[in-house]
């Protein structure tokens, strides 16, 4: 959190050091970041068609999934490298304490979602604590 956000924060009687800052991704997680990126863009455009039909949205473009996927946008889907520059920099620009992925969206296979739950607690987690030294 920063400067303008903590003062309102501690403007209405909250301890600044107690301030607790988290974010949640659409994200999967893969050995390889090309096949994980090429498996799971059919699918995830798929659900976005899905929720966008009912809410007046264009089609779901490539361009839309690449653009999030990279270093300003608000997908994590690639691999353990990856993944852990994008956290650390997300935890550099906002101060978290705190970060979720959701990697359920558009139905990606239990193989898939078992890998990708695995890389993140076998390997992103504890680089991105060694990283931030907690």
Same mark, same amino acid.
């Given at each position: 959190?920063?400067?303008?956000? $903590? !003062?309102?924060? /501690?403007?209405?009687?909250?301890? =600044?050091?107690?301030?607790? %800052?988290?974010?949640?991704?659409?994200?999967?997680?893969? #050995? !390889?970041?090309?096949? %994980?990126?090429?498996?799971? *863009?059919?699918? *995830?455009?798929?659900? &976005?068609?899905?929720?966008?039909?009912?809410?007046?949205?264009?089609?779901?473009?490539? !361009?839309?999934?690449?653009?999030?996927? !990279?270093?300003?946008?608000?997908?994590?889907?690639?691999?353990?490298? #990856? /993944?852990? #520059?994008?956290? $650390?920099?997300? @935890? #550099?620009?906002?101060?978290?304490?705190?970060?979720?992925?959701? &990697?359920?969206?558009?139905?990606?296979?239990?193989?898939?979602?078992?890998?990708?739950? @695995?890389?993140?607690?076998?390997?992103?987690?504890?680089?991105?604590? @060694?990283?931030? =030294?907690?």
């Amino acid at each position: 959190m920063q400067g303008a956000q $903590l !003062n309102v924060y /501690s403007s209405h009687g909250h301890d =600044k050091s107690k301030v607790e %800052v988290g974010v949640h991704m659409h994200a999967l997680f893969g #050995e !390889n970041s090309s096949e %994980v990126v090429d498996y799971y *863009y059919p699918l *995830y455009s798929a659900q &976005m068609n899905r929720i966008g039909k009912s809410r007046g949205w264009a089609p779901y473009q490539r !361009n839309q999934f690449d653009a999030g996927r !990279n270093s300003g946008g608000a997908l994590i889907i690639g691999d353990v490298n #990856e /993944s852990v #520059e994008k956290i $650390l920099a997300m @935890e #550099e620009t906002f101060g978290l304490t705190r970060f979720s992925a959701h &990697m359920d969206v558009g139905g990606p296979s239990h193989t898939a979602l078992m890998k990708s739950i @695995e890389l993140f607690g076998s390997k992103i987690a504890p680089k991105v604590r @060694e990283a931030l =030294k907690k």
